[in-house]
């Protein structure tokens, strides 16, 4: 029996000094390639066993995912990315993959300890007066035996020896999945807190169209005044004053027309961030005076350091390196120390006494000798994984690099029109305000004010327009480029 404990006090020192000594994983490194791309290192070894609680997430990995979106200074738009990220269902359903993530690393941890069981055995067993036996007897009958075994408390205790780090990277492939599916979830907060700003945004611009209609409607309401005037006095014809009218109706069904479009972004708004469509109100409101401006290049390191789905894509690279030591490791021998021990009697009061004790210790090893080649495909399998999970990776890259260049080259393109199509509007209100005056001297037509005015209707939607669109592709290099620079 002493025997035993001693066993099982080893073995479970030998569990927690090799889980202490196992060094740590998890991290991602950058190296240029020869190519000049970047190539994400392989995972090292991991340390399953101090790993925390939580663990699945790096924790040298900032979260960008919505930080960017306060440089807007919008605090509306604060408080709805907050309520999305609070409530959305999707979101919470990949919080809950990312915690199944966590519980199967602990799990795959704990294959690296010893395992310990205990149980109870008490037994009677009569035996047949014409049982058989070895040596035939003369007598055709036997005294019946009573057999009692009493067995209780004993200890059984196995430890796999992970001589070739079988189970050590099992630990690394379940630490490497839990952080691939961080990586996936908070790719889903910045993919919601940008369709969230997107759609904001969308509303804002709808609110600027909108209030160009209102002013252009009381403009016009003025010139129908006056065209009514210079019926009534005799020094216009009626044509004019319906021409106006005419005119003003058309402003107020484009208007309706503009309502309808915000109610369904509104609509669109209230489901992104997990609110009723009909309790959900947005008050009218400007787009944002200035737009926050990438500081400078953003390198290919830079994108596979802060987008989340670039750094999925790495994961799933060690993943597969991972899996390769781990089909590896399936073809070497697997060698488990067993024991088990307590106290054994056939007649219940002598079963406390130290003469009952018993123990068994042992090694078992296991050595695959033939599976049909299934461990060398299987080999084979993880290797052309691996060089998959590189090319896909590859190729994100390249997408990201490009989502990157064609926000910021639409950024440039747009704020170019906007100082033109400042001036365009500019040029038409002088225009406008000169016919105006002319008009009410009896020296030019209607049609020329009419003209002018819907000029001026045209360069102020075209400028709310193009600064919607501004704030669009700004929305779009954030989430390109990770949640913020």
């Known amino acids: 029996m002493k025997n035993c404990l001693s066993f099982v006090l080893i073995a479970l020192f030998a569990g927690e000094t090799l889980a202490q000594t196992t060094p740590a994983g998890g991290a991602v490194t950058l190296t240029p390639a020869s190519n000049g791309t970047v190539q994400p290192s392989p995972a090292p070894a991991s340390n399953p066993a101090a790993l925390p609680s939580g663990s699945g997430v790096s924790a040298s990995t900032p979260d960008y995912t919505t930080t960017g979106f306060a440089r807007f200074s919008d605090p509306a738009l604060d408080g709805l990315i907050q309520a999305g990220l609070a409530n959305s269902p999707n979101l919470r359903a990949a919080l809950s993959r990312l915690e199944e993530a966590r519980v199967r690393v602990r799990i795959a941890q704990s294959f690296l300890l010893p395992s310990v069981r ?53 630990v690394v492939v379940a630490d490497l999945q839990a952080q691939a599916t961080d990586a996936d979830y908070r790719a889903f907060r910045l993919t919601l807190a940008s369709e969230i700003a997107r759609t904001y945004f969308l509303i804002r611009g709808n609110d600027a169209e909108q209030a160009v209609f209102r002013r252009n409607i009381q403009a016009r309401d003025s010139t129908v005044a006056i065209a009514r005037e210079r019926f009534r006095v005799g020094l216009a014809d009626i044509l004019d004053a319906q021409r106006a009218e005419t005119d003003v109706a058309q402003l107020r069904v484009q208007l309706v027309s503009l309502q309808r479009a915000r109610t369904e ?45 670039l750094q999925q894509f790495e994961r799933q690279i060690q993943i597969a390196g991972a899996q390769l030591t781990l089909q590896q490791a399936a073809t070497r021998p697997r060698v488990t120390v067993v024991g088990s021990g307590g106290l054994l009697s056939g007649q219940l ?7 009952s004790a018993t123990y068994l210790l042992g090694v078992n090893a296991s050595v695959p000798l033939y599976e049909g080649r299934r461990n060398r495909e299987l080999i084979n399998l993880s290797r052309q994984q691996t060089q998959t999970s590189q090319q896909t990776y590859q190729q994100a890259i390249q997408v990201a690099g490009r989502e990157v260049e ?53 360069a102020e939607q075209t400028l709310v327009q193009l600064r919607t669109q501004e704030v669009q592709y700004a929305v779009a290099l954030l989430r390109a480029v990770g949640g913020d620079f």
């Open 118 to 170: 205990s149980s109870a055995l008490i037994t009677t067993q009569s035996l047949s007066e014409h049982r058989p036996v070895a040596i035939p007897l003369a007598a055709d009958r036997l005294p019946r035996f009573q057999l009692n075994t009493f067995q209780l408390l004993p200890i059984d205790a196995s430890y796999e020896l992970d001589l070739f780090k079988r189970i050590r990277a099992g």
């Open 265 to 309: 972004l509104v609509n669109g708004l209230a489901q992104l961030v997990a609110q009723e469509p009909a309790t959900f109100t947005l008050n009218s409101g400007d787009l944002p005076a200035a737009v926050p401006a990438l500081p400078g290049a953003v390198s290919t390191a830079d994108l596979a350091r802060r987008r989340p789905d």
């Open 349 to 355: 009061p002598y079963w406390p006494a130290p003469s």
């Open 406 to 458: 064609t926000a910021v080259d639409n950024l440039t393109l747009i704020r170019e029109q906007l100082t033109a199509q400042t001036q365009v509007l500019t040029l038409a209100r002088t225009t406008e305000r000169y016919n105006r005056e002319r008009y009410v001297r009896g020296l030019t037509t209607y049609l020329e004010v009419l003209d002018a005015q819907r000029t001026i209707l045209a």
